[in-house]
Every structure is written in structure tokens, then in C-alpha cells.
């Protein structure tokens, strides 16, 4: 079965420091893979998705295919990074798999 | 802009009642989503919508039901609500091609009482 973990649900650090949000999925096939995140009061949104290979918000993300990981980074956190984090595979067609979430809390 | 809307933000309902959750987006997407959110579980599909008329479960589609009439519309029916059932529920849409982006609702807390 497919599976997305993301052991942390809570985590909290300084102003500064840097910042690595784990996500292990196991999945047959290449999956895509994207981050969501949602701040306080608003809509779930996309972050980054693997493909694009791009950094968003000072964040990066990189598949490890022999980890089967996709970790979310950022060298600095922001106070605004505060939110709560989503890993989700995009499975055979459409649908994609969350995993439980990650709060950051990044403090001054 | 995508708009992805929900007809409610907050819903009180009684155990046994039946439930309509509507979501309406304006951007043309053929695929419609229904998720729930709940604490440590994250996001669960319950059910997916692909053309108008056409479903397929998710997850966990026990105690819902679908329907979609047209093409911006996508509505979540709980059937008989029970208390376990209380949660977030988020709508979301995406074009056809595979690994697009979806798009979600400011979504609906439902408390059944």
C-alpha cells in the first residue's frame, strides 16, 4: 500500500536556524511529489513540487530515491514560515496522498 | 485566479441528519476533490470527481456520497451524520493532465452534535 510518513508533528525552532521537515513515502513507480502548506487562517496551497526544482520561500526539497525521502529545507527560518506542512505523492493519476503534517513553529 | 468555494465555514448538524456540503470553482478544472482534515491524520481523499457524473471513492468514502451535476459543482452528501464525522472538510480542484496542481477551498468545519 501506499504510504507517506512524516514522523515530526510538531516542530519548533529559532529565528534563524535552519529548518529540515522529513517526509518518507513508499510508493511503487516514480511518483511526483509536492509540498503543501497552510498558515494560519488560510487556504492549504502549494509550496514546491519536486519537478520544478525550484526554491520557493527560501525552501528546497530534494528526492532521494534510494531513502525514498523527500525533505523540505530552508537554511534560515522566518517567523512567517510558521505553518503547518504537507508532503504528498501524486499517485497513479490525480490523486494525491497527504501525510499527517508537520507543524513549524519557528520563534523569536 | 483559481476560486475554489464552499458554501459554508462553520456547520452545527444533529446525528442522523442529512448533510449537503456544495463547492463551486470558476476556473474550468475537470477534476474535483473532497478531502477531510483531521489532527495527526492530515488529509484523507474521500472521494474524486474526474468529468461531470463520474466518481471514484477515495480513501475513505464510507458514509458519503457524491455528486456532480455540473461541471464547477461538486457536492459531499453525509447520508446520516454521525459524530464521528466532525471535521474539516476540504474541497479542491485541479486540471485533467496528471501532477497538477490542486487548488482548495477556505473549508468547512462540521460539528454533528
Known amino acids: 500500500a501506499q504510504r507517506v510518513t512524516q514522523p515530526e508533528k510538531l516542530l519548533s525552532v529559532f529565528k534563524g536556524a535552519p529548518v529540515e521537515l522529513k517526509c518518507n513515502y513508499s510508493?511503487?513507480?516514480?511518483?511526483?511529489l509536492f509540498w503543501y502548506v497552510q498558515y494560519s487562517r488560510q487556504r492549504l496551497q502549494l509550496l514546491l513540487r519536486?519537478?520544478s526544482r525550484e526554491s520557493i520561500k527560501g525552501f528546497t526539497a530534494d528526492l532521494n530515491k534510494g531513502e525514498t525521502s523527500f525533505h523540505l529545507k530552508k537554511p534560515f527560518a522566518q517567523e512567517e514560515d510558521s505553518a503547518m506542512y504537507y508532503c504528498?505523492?501524486?499517485?497513479?493519476?490525480?490523486?494525491?496522498?497527504f501525510g499527517g503534517g508537520t507543524r513549524l513553529m519557528v520563534k523569536p | 485566479d483559481v476560486k475554489v468555494t464552499q458554501s459554508s465555514r462553520y456547520l452545527v448538524k444533529r446525528t442522523g441528519e442529512k448533510v449537503f456540503l456544495e463547492c463551486v470553482q470558476d476556473?474550468?478544472?475537470?477534476?474535483m476533490f473532497w478531502y477531510r482534515q483531521d489532527p495527526g491524520l492530515g488529509l484523507r481523499l474521500i472521494y474524486f470527481?474526474?468529468?461531470?457524473?463520474?466518481?471514484e471513492k477515495g480513501d475513505i468514502p464510507e458514509g458519503y456520497s457524491v455528486s456532480r451535476e455540473k461541471k464547477e459543482r461538486f457536492s459531499l452528501i453525509l447520508e446520516s451524520a454521525s459524530t464521528n464525522q466532525t471535521s474539516m472538510y476540504l474541497c479542491?480542484?485541479?486540471?485533467?493532465?496528471?501532477?497538477?496542481?490542486?487548488?482548495f477551498g477556505p473549508g468547512t468545519r462540521l460539528t454533528v452534535l
Open positions: 510508493y511503487s513507480g516514480s511518483p511526483e
Open positions: 470527481s474526474y468529468d461531470v457524473k463520474m466518481k
Open positions: 479542491a480542484s485541479s486540471p485533467q493532465a496528471t501532477g497538477n496542481e490542486q487548488f
Open positions: 504528498a505523492p501524486n499517485n497513479a493519476g490525480n490523486m494525491l496522498t
Open positions: 519536486h519537478i
Open positions: 476556473m474550468d478544472h475537470e477534476n
